[in-house]
C-alpha cells in the first residue's frame, strides 16, 4: 500500500516515436503493454497521485543522433505523448536530452517540494530510459516500484536484463500493475 499523497507516478517516453507504427524508433509489440499503462494511470490519477510525463526531447543536432536513429526532436509528432494516454492539463511534464529523465531537469526538485517519497515507474524502454530513470530515483533516496507488465524494451532479452538489473542492484520492487495498490 502506497500514501498517494507521497507517491508519484513517472510514465516514462510514452512518445508517438515509441509507441505508433511509423515512429523512428517503434518498438515491436508497445501495444501490449497500452491497456495496462491505461489502467495503471488511472488508479493513480482517481486515487491523487501526482502524475509525471517524461519526453525524449531533442534538437535536430543532438549528438545522440551518433548512437541513435533521430527521434523525439522537439515540437514534432514523434515527441508527442500517445493520444492513448491522454496526458491531463495539470499534470506535469519533463523534458530531458539525456537517458534518465533526472539527468539535467528539474524532476528531483518538484518531486522533493511535494514531499514524494514512493516513485513508481513505467513506460518505455525498459532497458535504456526506464532503467536510468529507475537508477537515479534509487541514488536519490526514493522508493522505486516498477509495474513490470506496464514497460517494454525492443527485446524480450533487453526487458528482462533491465528488470534483474533494477531489482538486484537498485532494490527497486518490480511488481505488476495489479497489484499496485494505494491507500
Not at 527521434?71 to 505523448?81: E, P
Request: aromatic share 10%; glycine share 4%.
Amino acid at each position: 500500500m502506497l500514501n498517494p499523497n507521497e507517491t508519484a507516478m513517472i510514465v516514462e517516453h510514452m512518445q508517438n516515436d515509441f509507441c505508433e507504427r511509423g515512429g523512428a524508433l517503434y518498438i515491436d509489440e508497445v501495444e501490449s503493454i497500452l491497456e495496462n499503462v491505461k489502467r495503471a494511470l488511472k488508479k493513480a490519477r482517481d486515487s491523487g497521485v501526482t502524475v509525471v510525463f517524461t519526453k525524449d526531447w531533442h534538437r535536430k543536432d543532438d549528438p545522440e543522433f551518433k548512437i541513435w536513429p533521430e527521434h523525439c526532436v522537439k515540437d514534432t509528432w514523434g515527441s508527442d505523448i500517445i493520444e492513448i494516454l491522454s496526458k491531463k492539463e495539470d499534470e506535469y511534464e519533463v523534458k530531458g536530452r539525456r537517458y534518465s529523465s533526472f539527468y539535467a531537469t528539474d524532476l528531483d526538485l518538484f518531486l522533493r517540494e511535494l514531499g514524494i517519497k514512493n516513485v513508481v515507474i513505467l513506460g518505455v524502454m525498459a532497458n535504456i530510459c526506464v532503467l536510468h530513470t529507475t537508477a537515479d530515483a534509487s541514488m536519490l533516496g526514493y522508493r522505486t516500484i516498477v509495474l513490470s507488465d506496464c514497460v517494454k524494451s525492443p527485446s524480450p532479452y533487453e526487458e528482462k536484463y533491465a528488470l534483474y538489473h533494477m531489482k538486484n542492484v537498485f532494490n527497486t520492487e518490480i511488481i505488476t500493475s495489479d497489484r499496485l495498490k494505494f491507500d
